[in-house]
């Protein structure tokens, strides 16, 4: 007798979210909810068919570098896989860059772009990549007013027509690392023609693109990143040929394999200073402010396709007996994944509501001071579980989640970059004390979490309100105590950074657990938070030997 697996499958992934589903029904005015219901079930569509299966098709296929031409002439000329090429021109169709810019669903635009996104990036290999640094740009030009730059490369990033459409590139990591950009050494000088850049970018995502912000310090500046500038680079000039740039190689990666990254040379690169000479970093905040977003929601759309293949995967697979799905372990197992992804779905869509409602001019200054510390908890958080989520995938496979053709791997591998993209857990732990530094922040994020509390009043709620507000309590002590501590304050910042995150994200469960059963969306969000308190909020240790942790190393 012959035995077979049967291979996962997905259905509409707009009907089949029973927590987007709820989530849009509350977020959305009815109105509005119901003229976008079209758009996202064809969305959910291609994500969960056509594109999964061309996805699958597409496996092998990655980006080549091609150098040389027959006849010697160097052409750095990169072509990417199949699937990149459609996912490109669907990305202008579909507007998923351009719905946040149109601004047609007001301060809920960015809702509506990343329910796009949600829906068919899992299939569309880290086509994300380039549409966050693409995003980022746009956002960027806007806020630091260069009218000029704006008026040339916006009506590009921004466009629905394939034919007009850029993506950017963002050129910040150099030999001397990554997080510390203030060691760039890339130097801006001047010539007849304009600035010229001159150096190496050890790590450059998406180098198709057809311009990108980049890092340099103009002659003359001091070190570190108040001497650095941004600047602003189209890649070729009128006649296809690159503007002084060459690309050494692609870089042999983990996962993302899809995303051509590479290492480029810049040797007289024509660009323009977006934003004067000087303050380099700080202008790249607002890039940060949004690809941070985008990594916050990757994780999400990452975690939600894991367990989306593992469910229906349980109903196939047949183990001593019974159905995976029959089997009290699997299920339990499988639940605890559920509840991280519930949890890091809301929290990552709570920055995207905030971020919205910042780029719309109706948040209040609360909730200002609210999205520069949310932004990094949520992207430091959900990368985290992220890479928790998809690792229990794989093995919820058994041997079959080990195997590469079964695609399953892939979002393992993929994953595990989001902890590390766009700061690692650590720096953003950093950045998280940095946004409490300004004074009222900490306030701000204690009446996010209490008030969301507050509205939950379903007695068997209780235990999840009590290890929110005992989490609460702790940090608040922890880090009052710690701030006369620099030492403590740092060796400490990344558990009580998780546990911000983590306390945002149980009372966001609660929250919306009681809305649901309000409302007839069932007891599904009430058992996610439950399991979710269970699972520990509270990271914090009073007590750090650091000493202790030297020995360690």
């Given amino acids: 007798m012959s035995f077979f697996q049967d291979p996962p499958t997905l259905g509409n992934q707009y009907d089949d979210d029973a927590l987007l589903q709820s989530y849009l029904a509350r977020t959305l005015p009815e109105d509005l909810r119901r003229s976008l219901t079209d758009e996202f079930r064809e969305l959910g569509d291609l994500g969960g068919n056509h594109f999964y299966q061309f996805q699958l098709r597409d496996r ?24 990149w090429k459609e996912a490109e021109a669907l990305s202008a169709r579909r507007g998923l860059v351009a719905t946040a810019y149109e601004q047609k669903s007001a301060e809920l635009s960015r809702v509506h772009q990343f329910v796009l996104n949600y829906l068919v990036q899992p299939s569309l290999d880290v086509y994300s990549c380039p549409l966050a640094m693409t995003d ?56 007849p023609e304009g600035w010229r850049l001159y150096g190496t970018k050890w790590f450059t995502s998406a180098t198709t693109a057809q311009m990108a912000l980049t890092l340099a310090r103009p002659e003359g500046n001091g070190p570190g990143g108040k001497g650095l500038s941004i600047f602003y680079v189209e890649t070729r000039d009128a006649a296809g040929k690159l503007n002084g740039i060459q690309i050494n ?5 983990l996962g993302t394999r899809k995303v051509p990254t590479a290492e480029l040379t810049l040797d007289g690169t024509l660009a323009i200073p977006v934003a004067g000479l000087t303050d380099g970093i700080k202008n790249m905040a607002w890039m940060l402010n949004v690809t941070r977003t985008w990594n916050a929601m990757g994780s ?35 639940a605890g994944l559920e509840a991280e992804f519930q949890a890091g779905f809301l929290l990552a869509f709570r920055a995207v509501e905030l971020l919205g409602r910042m ?3 109706v948040a209040t200054e609360q909730e200002l001071l609210l999205q520069r510390l949310v932004t990094p908890l949520a992207k430091l958080t959900t990368g985290r579980q992220a890479v928790h989520v998809t690792s229990e ?48 922040t900490l306030e701000a994020f204690f009446h996010e979490v209490e008030g969301r509390l507050s509205r939950v009043k379903d007695s068997s709620l209780r235990p999840c309100v009590d290890a929110a ?8 002590a922890w880090v009052t105590g710690a701030m006369l501590n620099p030492t403590a304050l ?12 983590r306390t945002l994200e149980l009372a966001l469960l609660s929250d919306h657990a009681q809305w649901c059963l309000d409302n007839g969306h069932g007891p599904r969000t009430r058992a996610a938070a439950r399991r979710f308190a269970q699972q520990g909020v509270d990271l914090i240790q009073d007590e750090m030997d650091l000493d202790d942790a030297r020995h360690l190393l």
């Avoid at 079964?406 to 940095?434: K, Y």
């Fill in 300 to 334: 999400a759309w990452s975690m939600r396709r894991g367990l989306a293949l593992a469910r229906d995967y349980a109903q196939r697979r047949v183990q001593f007996g019974a159905k995976l799905a029959e089997k009290p372990l699997h299920v339990d197992t499988l």
């Fill in 249 to 253: 190689r692609l870089k042999d990666k």
């Fill in 359 to 361: 780029e719309a001019k």
């Fill in 60 to 83: 092998l296929n990655e980006p080549v570098l091609t150098q040389w031409d027959a006849w010697g002439h160097r052409i750095d000329q990169i072509e990417v896989s199949p699937l």
């Fill in 490 to 501: 740092e060796s400490g910042a990344r558990r009580f950074s998780l546990t911000l995150g």
């Fill in 469 to 476: 507000n005992n989490a609460l309590e702790h940090a608040r």
């Fill in 136 to 191: 980022g740009a746009a956002r960027s030009l806007l806020m630091l007013g260069n009218k000029t730059l704006i008026d040339r490369a916006l009506p590009h990033l921004t466009s629905r027509d394939p034919a007009t459409f850029w993506t950017s590139g963002q050129w910040m990591t150099e030999r001397t690392g990554g997080s510390d950009v203030g060691l760039t050494q890339t130097a801006a000088r001047q010539s």
């Fill in 393 to 440: 995938v794989s093995e919820a496979f058994g041997g079959a989640g080990y195997v590469e053709d079964t695609g399953v791997p892939r979002l393992q591998a993929d994953s595990q970059v989001l902890s590390i993209w766009e700061g690692t857990t650590n720096v953003l732990s950093l950045d998280a004390l940095r946004a409490l530094a300004k004074e009222g």
